[in-house]
């Protein structure tokens, strides 16, 4: 199990389409990839591979975020996901 | 000829063939499979999965070139198909409780469709429609059946629905589609925002109109009015073909006038009102400077249960959010005998429209009443928000009200619960006894808004469900204007607001009226905003005092509607005169 934490800096947020290449990103890894929101306390862990349980949690701009992954490419999977976040998704 | 009326949600005028399509009706119900099946029941999921995903791959390829933005809407849907989370509960569902695929399917879509309706960001909520739309294609595959859908039609047709999903719309072949009639669905429903968005007219909400209409038929649409027209006679047809060529020539020079500032000729501004009645998002709210109307209703109509507290607070929040800072005006529950809820049986009544209605129904029912005015109240802490009370006859009916929300207020005081203090509380004009005394009941409310439809039935004694008599509806005669006059005057001497939120105040004509007696605030639908705009810019405020006194002093409606024409067509004249001569 790796984990780590970051926070959404594009204005849309995990919606649309930053949400579809997100979603994308984690179905290229094996280990299982989840998303919490830390703003909330005791708020569920998404499936990272499920669009729609990603958009449900409505994740919107400055939401801080923890990315976990379990499996034989956790620790690439959690890394890729937080550049792909801190990317902005190529938003300004 | 047979006329049905429906709600104008996009307008425009259409003649053509009957279409009826008939989307695929998913019949499922709960049944299970012997044990054994199990693989091979798994099998038929998995490979309806594979077949939707090469349906909606070819629908992308077909779209990309020309229409890349719907595209995405079908690339959003192959990634529905392909959401690791639905396709593992469907196979927990079919291969742990031998559910059959069809129900499986139906089950988990639904949920995760209901998931993303919870959503509080409205764009991901709307998103349950591809949610929903997936799940039929599934579904279809499952049963064998073929594709069937409104992406190449032989001629120009007007597509009759029970209601339009997405995909039906995204592929929809608009050189064909001349005109939208659907059984469900109001003006902001996913078919209305896409009938307007492609200026294709429509009329919504039509009953039973997949059962009475007969495809290949020749049907007249009047999407401003909301009128279908079957076996048309000769007359209707050439009528209406000349109104379909006057109409295009008028949109036209109409849509510049959409985000224009209000203002009558002389300078003077007045003030454009939306009337919803959802929470969703809606384009007009950027050309608006206020929301004179928020129906409540549909909280009511389409819950299966009576609507909570907290979830009527959650709406009335989502809308606020929505409104784009518009102030908007809360109407509070207007229904009675001709409504039924699931939940909750009204008694039938002889004269449901005289009966134990809207604020009369809530002061019967004090609980219900409590709930809808506490969420309407802590919503306020979050926008600029009034509440207005339907119905209303006499003094004692307004104090009755502000009664109820001063009780409301004590308790959410007590309580340390958040809301506008200052929010004001008003009332509809609707029944001419409470129109009479427009000064008295000035003093004990904080706003006024006229609902012209009720006040037209109400005055003139004309039920306006019974289609036998709509002639004798006639919101535009003199004595509408007479008392229209004498309540604007009483509020505006009181220098208390007054608007009119009923359709009189789209009605580019009345409009005209409406300002000469001393009218500034007009509430209307969307689509009228444009025209309201633009006649209203071809007069002076002294012209619409001239022309307001002339009309209470005609003899009919007709009349009314003739001199106020003519008036028009003058000046429309003059206008277009000065166009050429500075060319």
Same mark, same amino acid.
């Given at each position: 199990m790796y984990s780590k934490q970051t926070v959404l800096r594009n204005l849309t947020g995990l919606h649309a389409r930053p949400a579809s290449e997100f979603v994308a990103c984690a179905k290229t890894f094996e280990s299982k990839v989840t998303v919490k929101r830390l703003d909330i306390p005791d708020a569920a862990e998404a499936n990272a591979k499920s669009i729609i349980k990603i958009l449900a949690q409505g994740l919107s701009v400055n939401t801080p975020i923890e990315i976990s992954a379990d499996g034989p490419d956790e620790e690439a999977a959690v890394e890729k996901l937080v550049e792909l976040v801190d990317s902005k998704f190529g938003e300004d | 000829m047979r006329i049905l009326k429906g709600n104008p949600v996009s307008r425009g005028i259409a003649l053509a063939k009957v279409y009826v399509y008939k989307a695929f009706k998913a019949d499922v119900h709960e049944s299970y499979f012997e044990a054994g099946q199990e693989a091979a029941r798994y099998k038929q999921f998995t490979d309806a999965l594979a077949v939707a995903e090469e349906e909606l791959n070819t629908i992308v390829t077909s779209l990309s070139a020309d229409s890349p933005e719907k595209a995405k809407i079908f690339t959003a849907h192959i990634e529905i198909l392909n959401d690791e989370e639905v396709a593992e509960e469907v196979k927990d569902m079919i291969t742990s409780s031998r559910a059959m695929p069809d129900y499986a399917v139906d089950f988990v879509f639904s949920e995760f469709a209901m998931l993303l309706e919870k959503a509080k960001d409205p764009l991901i909520a709307a998103r349950a429609a591809d949610l929903r739309d997936v799940r039929n294609r599934v579904l279809r595959i499952l049963k064998g059946e073929k594709e069937q859908n409104l992406s190449s039609l032989r001629e120009k047709v007007v597509v009759v629905a029970h209601d339009l999903l997405p995909s039906d719309t995204a592929t929809l072949d608009r050189a064909h589609v001349m005109g939208i009639v659907t059984e469900v669905g109001g003006a902001t429903s996913h078919t209305a925002i896409i009938a307007r968005s492609y200026k294709i007219p429509a009329v919504l909400g039509v009953p039973s109109a997949t059962e009475i209409m007969k495809n290949g038929e020749p049907v007249v649409l009047d999407a401003l009015k909301g009128l279908v027209m079957l076996e048309p006679e000769r007359e209707t047809i050439h009528e209406y073909e000349a109104k379909l060529v006057q109409f295009l020539e *008028?949109?036209?020079? $109409?849509?510049? =006038?959409? *985000?224009?500032?209000?203002?009558?000729?002389?300078?003077?501004?007045?003030?454009?009102?939306?009337?919803?009645?959802? $929470?969703?998002? *809606?384009?007009?709210?950027? =050309?608006?400077?206020?929301?004179?109307?928020?129906? $409540?209703?549909?909280? =009511?109509?389409?819950s299966e249960h009576m609507p909570t507290e907290d979830e009527q607070f959650a709406a009335y929040r989502k809308m606020l959010a929505n409104a784009m800072g518009n102030p908007v005006t809360l109407r509070t529950l207007d229904i009675g005998g001709d409504k039924t809820l699931r939940y909750m049986t009204l008694p039938k009544e002889e004269n449901p429209f005289l009966g134990n209605r809207a604020l009369r129904l809530c002061l019967d029912m004090p609980e219900l009443f409590k709930t809808q005015l506490r969420a309407a109240l802590r919503a306020s802490a979050f926008g600029e928000m009034q509440i207005m009370f339907p119905m209303v006859g006499t003094i004692d009916d307004i104090r009755a009200g502000n009664a109820a929300v001063e009780e409301v207020k004590a308790e959410l005081r007590a309580e340390g619960i958040p809301f506008d203090e200052k929010i004001n509380v008003g009332i509809m004009i609707e029944i001419p006894s409470i129109a009479m005394i427009a000064d008295l009941a000035a003093k004990e409310t904080d706003f006024a808004s006229v609902g012209t439809n009720d006040l037209t039935q109400y005055l003139h004694a004309v039920d306006r469900m019974n289609p036998k008599i709509t002639n004798y509806y006639q919101s535009s005669s003199p004595a509408m204007f007479r008392i229209l006059g004498r309540i604007f005057k009483e509020y505006n001497k009181a220098g208390k607001p007054v608007s009119v939120c009923g359709e009189l105040a789209g009605e580019p004509l009345a409009a005209i009226v409406l300002y000469g007696l001393g009218l500034r605030k007009f509430s209307m639908n969307a689509s009228n905003i444009a025209h309201v705009k633009r006649t209203l810019s071809l007069f002076t405020q002294d012209e619409t005092e001239e022309i307001a006194e002339k009309v209470m002093m005609l003899e009919t409606q007709e009349d009314v509607n003739n001199y106020l024409k003519a008036e028009v067509a003058k000046r429309e004249q003059k206008a277009k005169s000065a166009t050429v001569a500075k060319k």
């Open positions: - | *008028d949109e036209k020079q $109409t849509a510049e =006038y959409l *985000d224009r500032i209000p203002l009558v000729a002389s300078g003077e501004r007045f003030y454009v009102g939306l009337n919803i009645g959802t $929470t969703e998002p *809606d384009e007009g709210f950027k =050309y608006v400077d206020f929301v004179g109307l928020f129906r $409540t209703e549909f909280l =009511y109509m389409e």
